[in-house]
């Protein structure tokens, strides 16, 4: 074999082996890109909390006033300035020196001996000031109560966040159960639609009989489609909520199984009522409120003391700054109290502003009494709807036990002979809504104990009357 046909063999050799593992290896990355994130209710919480975009613009504004609040006590930091000033006068001015030589001694003023470096003067200055009002401290204590306020209402985005993850969780859950049931109903109508067809073959049923069965099939097949679809985007809207980039498949691991419990609505209330987060914000509202009312007070009926140093070196003759006898200190140690007067007019801007908060602190009240009073009926609203959820539950687990047994019999009465198709129908959409309606309702159960436990701040589960 010549040397070219060497080169040739081992040329297709090596396009043959690219052809076979190139597109397998394409195959393995695209099935790795597919491959979907296994997500349960706990990791799907942990997940939004960490990159929740909503979460992340909250994390800011928390760094933002937990930032002003560090730093609060540089109010009583002193400003400090430092400046240098050169100067050219127009015309020659003589020094002191030559006019009193020229008085005593008649010695002439020269005209312009160094007469350029006569014109200019050099003035520095260094300028400490600090200006201090009781005023500050109630500042300072209203920047930290803001802080704590944005504690709060970081906690209240956690926990709305965690509700609707949950909720939706829960909801995607049930929508999966939807299609399984839809699906397994699909399935049944494929087996029927098939022994029909056999049926008739072998002529035991008209003809008539077979098309409805599959009819009864066919009708069925876009509706499951459509529920697949959304289904698909349902679970792609969840992924991007949870701050998942677009276009990532999850497959959800759990199962609406809501552990019962017993309550009472004016008890779990007195105990828990004020864990409201949003109680617990207008609570730290009014705290600051009253706080910079109780700054702007002190502002109007106290003095202020302002203290100043500067250092202020001039140079104003031709002499050099090292020259002790060419310059001296023109700064100075200052102390002013100050007091604004016209702030206690009661017409003044001052005043003004704190008639404004004394009406916000009003406002604030009522609504925190209003939301108590709406909190408290939300509880019982929600302890009701629990218990009215757990009866249902119960009522539809034994209905399915019916509903089951039902179309067990009526399938075997098909299957023989005595039972028309329309009464097997008739038999499986009643055990479907049992199954449905008991899916639901633990849903609702699960639902209306995360709402309960998000208005009380608190975690219910296995609590007892």
């Given at each position: ?265 004016d008890k779990i209330f007195n105990e828990y009522g004020m864990n409201n987060l949003d109680v617990q914000n207008i609570k730290k509202q009014i705290e600051i409120c009253k706080m910079k009312l109780s700054a702007v007070d002190l502002k109007s009926f106290t003095p202020a003391l302002s203290l100043g ?157």
């Amino acid at each position: 074999m010549t040397k070219n046909n060497l080169i040739k063999l081992s040329f297709m050799n090596v396009l043959l082996l690219s052809l076979i593992f190139v597109p397998a290896a394409a195959q393995n990355s695209e099935e790795k890109e597919q491959t979907p994130i296994t997500l349960t209710i706990e990791k799907a919480v942990d997940y939004a909390n960490k990159n929740s975009r909503s979460l992340k613009v909250a994390k800011i504004d928390l760094e933002m006033s937990e930032r002003a609040s560090k730093y609060a006590w540089n109010v009583f930091w002193p400003t400090v300035t430092v400046s240098g000033t050169a100067s050219r006068a127009n015309d020659y001015i003589p020094g002191t020196g030559d006019i009193l030589k020229n008085a005593m001694g008649g010695v002439p003023i020269p005209d312009d001996y160094d007469s350029e470096k006569e014109r200019w003067t050099g003035v520095g200055n260094l300028g400490v000031s600090l200006n201090l009002s009781l005023a500050l401290i109630q500042n300072i204590r209203s920047t930290h109560a803001s802080f704590e306020a944005g504690k709060i209402t970081w906690q209240q985005a956690l926990k709305e966040n965690e509700l609707n993850v949950r909720k939706l969780f829960y909801a995607l859950l049930l929508q999966q159960e939807n299609l399984k049931v839809k699906e397994t109903t699909l399935e049944n109508a494929r087996q029927r639609a098939r022994q029909s067809e056999t049926n008739y073959k072998n002529g035991m049923i008209p003809e008539l009989s077979m098309l409805q069965a599959q009819v009864t099939y066919e009708n069925q097949r876009p509706e499951i489609d459509k529920a697949r679809q959304d289904l698909a985007q349902s679970l792609d809207n969840f992924a991007f909520l949870l701050g998942m980039p677009v276009g990532t498949k999850i497959e959800l691991v759990g199962k609406i199984s809501p552990t019962f419990v017993e309550l009472d609505a004016d008890k779990i209330f007195n105990e828990y009522g004020m864990n409201n987060l949003d109680v617990q914000n207008i609570k730290k509202q009014i705290e600051i409120c009253k706080m910079k009312l109780s700054a702007v007070d002190l502002k109007s009926f106290t003095p202020a003391l302002s203290l100043g140093w500067n250092y202020q070196p001039l140079l104003m003759t031709a002499g050099e700054w090292n020259d002790s006898d060419a310059r001296y200190d023109n700064g100075n140690l200052s102390l002013t109290l100050a007091w604004t007067i016209s702030d206690m007019l009661p017409f003044s801007a001052n005043r003004q502003t704190a008639k404004d908060l004394k009406d916000t602190i009003r406002s604030l009240e009522v609504k925190m009494t209003t939301l108590i009073q709406n909190n408290e009926l939300t509880v019982k609203k929600s302890v009701d709807s629990l218990s009215q959820a757990k009866k249902a539950i119960e009522s539809n687990q034994r209905n399915i036990k019916l509903a089951q047994r039902s179309y067990d019999m009526t399938a075997v009465a098909y299957r023989n002979g005595t039972k028309e198709l329309l009464d097997l129908r008739d038999a499986e959409n009643s055990l479907n809504q049992a199954k449905l309606g008991a899916l639901n309702e633990q849903y609702n159960y699960l639902s209306y104990l995360l709402d309960l436990e998000y208005t009380l701040n608190t975690k219910l589960t296995g609590e007892t009357k």
